[in-house]
Nanobody, 115 residues
């Protein structure tokens, strides 16, 4: 049974940075499409960043130029580097991996950006 575990969230001041990590066990990240989603209180969950099997990356307009998604095959870990953080980036961040017939989600990690 696959499992994803996120880490790296926390409290940071506006303009600061964080790096989220998502480690997989029982599944191989690079065999599927990987993504980071976030959900702020009272808002719908939204896709923040995505990296496909072939390594193509896409980003939400709100984070383009500030966030970078990457994948380390040897460590079976996906990262989200978040720079120039804004209070509106405050949310619970979730990593995902999607295969043809199944998908997995992590438990989420809280990111809070103070103004």
């Amino acid at each position: 049974q696959g499992q994803l575990v996120e880490s790296g969230g926390g409290l940071v001041q506006a303009g600061g940075f964080l790096r989220l990590s998502c480690a997989a066990s029982g599944i191989t990240f690079s065999n599927g499409d990987n993504g980071w989603y976030r959900q702020a209180p009272g808002k719908q969950r939204e896709l923040v960043a995505h990296i496909s099997v072939d390594g193509t990356t896409t980003y939400a307009d709100s984070v383009t130029g500030r966030f970078t998604i990457s994948r380390d095959k040897a460590k079976n870990t996906v990262y989200l580097q978040m720079n120039s953080l804004k209070p509106e980036d405050t949310a619970v961040y979730y990593c995902t991996v999607k295969f043809l017939l199944e998908e997995y989600w992590g438990q989420g990690t809280q990111v809070t950006v103070s103004s």
